[in-house]
């Protein structure tokens, strides 16, 4: 049976935190356009731009707890990274090629490791949660996913044992509208994920994933229902996928310039404009926050240039404790063959 989900409006929202979303915003827009910058000129092998999503992702950040829940991203969560306050440096250890996906740490940063196997975060968030739960934690695990992941049968799986097994899981559907190259309407027949979630006997929401104040109290109203109740939740941020897939998509070999001009005002101008019009912030304030974020792109900037590649043998010592046989033969045949070493 499904346990209502109190009415997210109610949720309260200051100025001092749609302040503090908006500069986690800019952060994130200055730093997503100097990565695609970064790959063109030869620093990042390949990088997979958000621009677009800054609101769902900063709102759905400010709306967990930080000091008990754990977030389970995919590879396009630049801006879930820096709303939970990552060492960047570490998280870009992920698009400069790092064996190990990153070299954060994920318990203290509450960022999980960075998952490319589309679905596969969702199904390590379901089972911290049950973990968490069964320990007499009160964690909630917040699950990242696409449009495109929600048509993997793994999906489904996390979903329904979730419900069933009572873990406190949000779902968190970033749904921007495409999956690569492939529009929604080839993978969601519906056009919500989040209606699936009535079959599974769990709340699904759907929010405007380009303001901010919506993502934000929907997902601390699913986050805080979750936590009460051990009743996963299905929360949809309605976005648009604003850039190419990654650096090496080209979008205009499958969606028109019609296409892209349906995705409606920005994110960041949005807030900008509601800023302004209730005077919360001003021109100087805002140029405040421009300084600041093209201070931290500096910063990381030069560090990110004189780290030096990890060792390739890094490729096969987090793979398991114990080695199989068969990677130690592995790692021996790559020694001998590889000038990498
Ligand atoms: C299991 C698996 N299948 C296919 C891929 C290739 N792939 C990478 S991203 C992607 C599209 C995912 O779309 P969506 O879930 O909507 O997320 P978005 O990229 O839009 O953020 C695909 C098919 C993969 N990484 N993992
Ligand atoms: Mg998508």
Redesign the pocket.
């Known amino acids: 049976m499904t346990t209502p989900m109190p009415d997210p409006s109610g949720a309260p929202v200051d100025d001092d935190l749609l302040r503090r979303a908006y500069a986690l915003m800019v952060v994130t827009r200055a730093l997503d356009t100097s990565a695609v910058t970064w790959q063109r000129q030869g620093l990042l092998p390949a990088y997979?731009p958000?621009r677009g999503?800054e609101a769902a992702q900063v709102g759905s950040v400010l709306g967990a707890d930080l000091t008990s829940d754990l977030l389970f991203p995919?590879?396009?969560e630049l801006g879930v990274a820096v709303a939970a306050d990552v060492d960047l440096v570490g998280y870009f250890g992920n698009h400069l090629g790092h064996w190990n996906g990153g070299l954060y740490d994920p318990v203290a940063s509450r960022l999980a490791p960075i998952q490319?196997?589309?679905?596969?975060s969702v199904l390590h968030a379901v089972g911290w949660a049950l973990g968490r739960a069964l320990d007499g934690e009160n964690g909630v695990a917040v699950a990242y996913?696409?449009?495109?992941?929600?048509s993997?049968g793994?999906v489904h799986e996390a979903m329904n044992f979730a419900a069933v097994l009572e873990a406190p899981v949000v779902f968190f559907v970033?749904?921007?509208?495409?999956?690569?190259s492939?529009p929604l309407h080839r993978?969601v027949a519906g056009e919500s994920v989040a209606a699936r979630a009535g079959g599974y006997g769990i709340p699904g929401l759907v929010v405007d994933g380009d303001d901010v104040a919506a993502v934000y109290r929907a997902m601390r109203t699913a986050v805080e229902h979750a936590r009460a109740t051990r009743q996963p939740v299905v929360l949809e941020a309605m976005t648009y996928?604003r850039g190419p897939?990654?650096t090496s998509d080209d979008p205009g070999r499958y969606r028109s310039l019609a296409d892209e001009a349906t995705a409606g005002a920005d994110p960041i101008d949005r807030l900008r404009d509601r800023l302004t019009a209730s005077g919360a912030a001003d021109e100087s304030w805002f140029a405040d926050v421009d300084t600041d974020a093209t201070g931290r792109i500096d910063a990381l900037h030069a560090v990110l240039v004189a780290s030096s590649p990890r060792p390739g043998a890094d490729l096969f010592e987090h793979v398991f404790v114990h080695p199989t046989p068969q990677l130690t033969a592995q790692h021996a045949r790559w020694r001998e063959e590889s000038d990498r070493v």
């Open positions: 997979p958000l999503q995919t590879y396009r490319a196997v589309v679905g596969g996913l696409g449009d495109g992941a929600s993997q793994d970033q749904n921007n509208r495409w999956a690569l492939v993978q996928r897939h990654a």
